[in-house]
């Protein structure tokens, strides 16, 4: 398994930290590579949705199931991808008036051939693109 894990600390309450990471529609606003979003029902547990992306540099439509909701801490995606799985983890830690975020993917794909090559690859291009958000966010939530 390739794993990225990222975090900053905002000075944001965490109600206001989910209400933006929840509301998936506005992703292509401060997540890189993601130009587009197509929600499919309402944002609950088992809903999939779609993001268009150019995280390996051609366009590509990506489904992500959300696999866990858990209000003002956990929210977790998963991706299928060939031979595995990319899972996409947010934590929010409320800090009084400031909220920490946590931003975590991890790459599984079979057999680990493929996973040690292809895995690197996207684990490195999923840093670039947490990076960013975490730097986005700060500029999303100060304007919020």
Known sequence: MKTVSLSRTFQASVSKGWEILCDIKNYPQFVPFITEITPNGPFVEGMVWHDTTTLLWITQRVAHKVEVIKEYEHLVFSVPVTGGVVT?????????????????????????????????????????????????????????
Request: aromatic fraction near 8%; glycine fraction near 6%.
């Open 88 to 144: 996409e983890d947010f934590r929010l830690e409320s800090m009084g008036k400031k909220t920490k975020i946590t931003l975590t993917v991890s790459v599984v794909i079979k057999p680990w051939i493929v996973e040690e090559t292809v895995g690197r690859l996207l684990a490195a291009r999923f840093g670039t693109m947490l990076r960013k958000t975490l730097e986005n966010l700060e500029i999303f939530l100060s304007a919020a």
